[in-house]
T-cell receptor, first 114, second 113 residues
Framework: DPKIIQKPKYLVAVTGSEKILICEQY?????MYWYRQSAKKPLEFMFS???????DNQTASSRFQPQSSKKNHLDLQITALKPDDSATYFC?????????????FGPGTRLTVL | AQSVTQPDARVTVSEGASLQLRCKYS??????LFWYVQYPRQGLQMLLK??????VVQGVNGFEAEFSKSDSSFHLRKASVHWSDSAVYFC???????????FGLGTRVSVFP
């Protein structure tokens, strides 16, 4: 059974719209993350949460807002979508917040903005 | 700021041959280093990690990596590849202060029979 679920797998949106990417982890982890993988660019760290608190935000744009309703959920709301937001978004989790903690990744949500 | 360079975008190798994937990092202190693999239509899976101690670390599925502080490198090796090793391999670095991993662009490995 998948331990980190991301929904939907594929998403197509129009410019200016808003979408929410869902992430749920069933590993009992306390820390969760979002990464983005755009074409021709490396995986880029966006946010980290620990016990539902924002720990680090490396995303310059306020259009990206993580939402944590439960400890094992970390959704990503993206508003005013732009074509440059097209990417695969990966959710990850780790047991704790430390630098040595292994991060486990979900299968990703591929977002295309037209 | 830290960075990771994987100079080879694609590597093609015959089944049974050895494999080496190169990774160079840029960071002033000793970093935490990782190799991840991404199989088609799946998320990333960690192969191995290095924090300190023996510079050669063993990972899953016969992979190993060697840390070199003098060379700022963390190359991945496998003695004999199988067709199922075809995937994209990512080198990543993390420090004490950043929560996120910094990844390289990845190396796509194709194993042919």
């Amino acid at each position: 059974d998948p331990k980190i679920i991301q929904k939907p797998k594929y998403l197509v949106a129009v410019t200016g719209s808003e979408k929410i990417l869902i992430c749920e982890q069933y590993l009992g982890h306390n820390a969760m993350y979002w990464y983005r993988q755009s074409a021709k660019k490396p995986l880029e760290f966006m946010f980290s949460y620990s016990y539902q608190k924002l720990m680090d935000n490396q995303t310059a744009s306020s259009r990206f807002q993580p939402q944590s309703s439960k400890k094992n959920h970390l959704d990503l709301q993206i508003t005013a979508l732009k074509p440059d937001d097209s990417a695969t978004y990966f959710c990850a989790s780790s047991q704790d917040w430390g630098a040595t903690a292994e991060q486990f990744f979900g299968p990703g949500t591929r977002l295309t903005v037209l | 700021a830290q960075s990771v360079t994987q100079p080879d975008a694609r590597v093609t190798v015959s089944e049974g041959a050895s494999l080496q994937l190169r990774c160079k990092y840029s960071y002033s202190a000793t970093p935490y280093l990782f190799w991840y693999v991404q199989y088609p239509r799946q998320g990333l899976q960690m192969l191995l990690k290095y924090y300190s101690g023996d510079p050669v670390v063993q990972g899953v599925n016969g992979f190993e990596a060697e840390f070199s502080k003098s060379d700022s490198s963390f190359h991945l090796r496998k003695a004999s590849v199988h067709w199922s090793d075809s995937a994209v391999y990512f080198c990543a670095v993390r420090n004490n202060y950043a929560q996120g991993l910094t990844f390289g662009l990845g190396t796509r490995v194709s194993v042919f029979p």
